[in-house]
């Protein structure tokens, strides 16, 4: 593209440096403006239209003279409250055409059926005038800015749930039902882009505005200064949900009625259908509105996986084939069983429990103990196929499913385990996390502390201790927020207590299971010390007949088989009733660790 080799004055190009180590936090912005090190970078605003981008962008440029806006190139017609070179230079398709060919723009796209793009000259204009450049583009955009190596930070907006988008464009009132619509099935591959590894820097939810402003206004600090983005605050990996797509029309009327007023008549052109051929220099293929594509939901924020209804269309399973029982088909959508609860166990219907671990084994079983005795459940684990097949089980046991809300999370990444309170919330407003089982955990057999596999050392680290810290963390966080405190139970396991196999070099797996047990027993203290109504139990298993051994032997069958075969081993199930009783106990009675072994385990 001719515009990217000509490059405007101020606009730094070389490609970003290696991420600096974090000299300050995004929530700390009067330091980074204190730390400036190089030339402002820009910041370049991403996301799905109505989520917010040009709100955000506003009250910046209001409260700082210290950011300009860049004023892009549309061949859309103007709304009735836009002017000429203050929110866009409005252009026709030719001119537009023409300037391409003149190279005149950083980037350009089709979107949503119009043509957008950013002048060399808008960023040159607000560069010139010594202010930091904001740019709201689209995520063709963001991916040609980052060819074209403008120093930027990269801020993806998401909206909390597609439900708010739809209420945002249509509250908008300046688009059509078609033209919302379009948008809303343009959004699912936006956020899915939340997933191109580099493309952005931070992911920010806009749902309390407020709380974003602040956010981002950190973040803008960072620009501001010249600093580099800090690292690691995009999730790894988002999965969306699937739901239906909000009903427009009924949504746009309803806005209307409530504001008294008849939306404003859209302005933009008739949409065009998406070209055959991406226009020169658009983004490849794959960026192109997929109208064809079934509407879906994407649920926000990272990392969820919740859909409403069973998945029809999976693996069939004994469990997924299965009709559900009378039992389901009797009850009222939501209503929770209370058949079969343990005695104790009342106070926590209709509660909140979370279970780490949950594709398999202790994880699985304890989510349908939880489930069955009418607790409200979050299952979370990597895998996403698991986690179906573990929702069509549960409507199989006759589960409500607005009850069970399954979650693909990666436990060792912090800013995936962050977002979960908030998909909890946003699933059940009312509710918070009451309950918490830190079942995750994992052993490798190459391990040794002669010559152990480091990489194999850092997995059981991450996951068994600090994945349970940041858990804990993230919870009892929101359960202070919400002054409202439940239980945690942490599964320690035997080799907490014991080493069974020091020689052959299970020492160092041991060490992060002593660590969850010492873990386990300083939270309690903690809770004690801020007198808090928190209880925290510990759950230590010997060999139970699980997954665990294969994931130790990398996925040798024979090994675990040799494992669990040796006597009748534990099951899942053993593992599953002591949480049950453990969450059954009477207030004045906390359960702090509980030893089971197979009878015939003699160490
Ligand atoms: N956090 C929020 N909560 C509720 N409403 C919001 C929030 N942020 C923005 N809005 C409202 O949502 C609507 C869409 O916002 P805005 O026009 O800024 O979106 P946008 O991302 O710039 O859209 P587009 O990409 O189509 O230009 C506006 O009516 C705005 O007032
Ligand atoms: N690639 C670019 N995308 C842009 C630019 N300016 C705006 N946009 C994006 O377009 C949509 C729709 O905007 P609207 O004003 O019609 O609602 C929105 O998501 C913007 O981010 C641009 O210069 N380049």
């Known amino acids: 593209m001719g515009a990217e080799q000509s490059v405007p004055a101020g606009v730094e190009v070389q490609p970003a440096t290696a991420p600096a180590q974090s000299e300050v936090g995004a929530g700390n912005g009067a330091n980074a403006t204190q730390q400036a090190t190089s030339n402002p970078s820009a910041l370049v605003l991403i996301g799905p239209s109505g989520v917010g981008k040009g709100t955000l962008a ?21 709304r009735p409250n836009e002017q000429h070179g203050v929110h866009y230079f409005f252009t026709t398709k030719e001119q537009f055409a023409k300037d391409v060919g003149e190279g005149k723009f950083l980037e350009y796209a089709e979107v949503h059926g ?104 950190a973040i803008a600090e960072r620009a501001a200064a010249g600093l580099e983005p800090e690292p690691g605050m995009v999730p790894e990996r988002v999965v969306l949900e699937d739901a239906p797509l909000p009903d427009i029309q009924a949504l746009t009327e309803q806005q209307a009625a409530a504001s008294d007023t008849v939306p404003a008549p859209p302005q933009e052109l008739p949409t065009e259908p998406a070209p055959e051929e991406p226009a020169p220099e658009a983004a490849p293929a794959q960026d192109a509105p997929a109208p064809q594509e079934p509407p879906a939901a994407p649920s926000m924020p990272a990392a969820v996986a919740a859909p409403q209804a069973p998945v029809a269309d999976g693996p069939a399973t004994s469990a997924a084939a299965a009709p ?12 929770l069983p209370m058949d079969g609860v343990p005695p104790g166990f009342e106070k ?15 994880g699985w079983a304890t989510c349908e103990a939880l489930a069955l005795a009418g607790m409200r459940v979050v299952a979370v684990a990597r895998r996403k196929d698991r986690l179906e097949e573990l929702q069509r089980h549960m409507h199989a046991l006759g589960i409500p499913l607005v009850n069970f809300l399954p979650v693909v999370c990666d436990i060792t990444k ?26 995750a955990g994992m052993s490798r057999n190459d391990a040794s502390l002669f010559d152990g596999n480091i990489g194999s050392w850092v997995e059981m ?96 069958p024979e090994a675990a088989r040799k494992a669990t075969s040796q006597f009748k081993c534990l099951q899942p199930v053993d593992v599953a009733d002591a949480v049950m009783w453990c969450l059954s106990c009477p207030e004045h009675m906390e359960v702090n660790d509980i030893v089971v072994r197979p009878t015939e385990q003699l160490i």
Not at 348 to 362: E, F, M, N, P, Y
Request: charged share 25%.
């Open 58 to 78: 506003k009250r910046l440029t209001q409260d700082s003279e210290q950011y300009g806006f860049s004023v892009s190139h549309t061949t859309r017609s103007p």
């Open 414 to 439: 912090e800013a995936e385990v962050a977002t979960l309170p908030k998909i909890v919330a946003k699933r059940w407003p009312e509710c918070g996390v009451d309950v918490l089982v830190n079942n």
């Open 461 to 556: 680290l991450s996951t068994n201790v600090l994945g349970t810290c940041m858990m804990t963390r993230a919870v009892v966080q929101d359960m202070r927020r919400r002054n409202s405190y439940g239980h945690i139970i942490n599964m320690i396991g035997l080799s907490g207590h014991r080493i069974p196999d020091g020689p052959q070099g299970g020492g160092f797996y041991c060490a992060t299971k002593a660590a969850v047990k010492t873990i386990t027993e300083g939270l309690r203290q903690e809770a004690r010390g801020e007198r808090l109504p928190l209880r925290v139990s510990g759950i230590s298993p010997g060999i139970v007949e699980t997954e665990f051994f294969a994931v130790r032997a990398f996925g040798d």
């Open 114 to 217: 119009n043509m957008y793009g950013t002048s060399i000259s808008a960023v040159q204009s607000v560069l010139e005038s010594g202010r930091v450049c904001i740019l709201d583009i689209d995520v063709q955009g963001a991916r040609a800015m980052r060819r074209s190596g403008l120093k930027g930070i990269y801020v993806f907006i998401a909206p909390p749930s597609l439900e708010d988008l739809a209420n945002r464009l249509a509250g908008r009132g300046t688009e059509s039902v078609e033209q919302i619509t379009r948008r809303l099935n343009n959004a699912k591959m936006e956020i899915e882009s939340i997933n191109e590894k580099g493309l952005y820097d931070y992911l920010l939810i806009n749902d309390d505005l407020e709380e974003a402003v602040k956010r981002l206004k």
């Open 324 to 335: 559900p029982p009378p039992q389901q088909q009797q009850q009222p959508q939501g209503q």
């Open 348 to 362: 926590w219907h209709g509660k909140v429990a979370l279970v780490t671990g949950a594709s398999s084994g202790i």
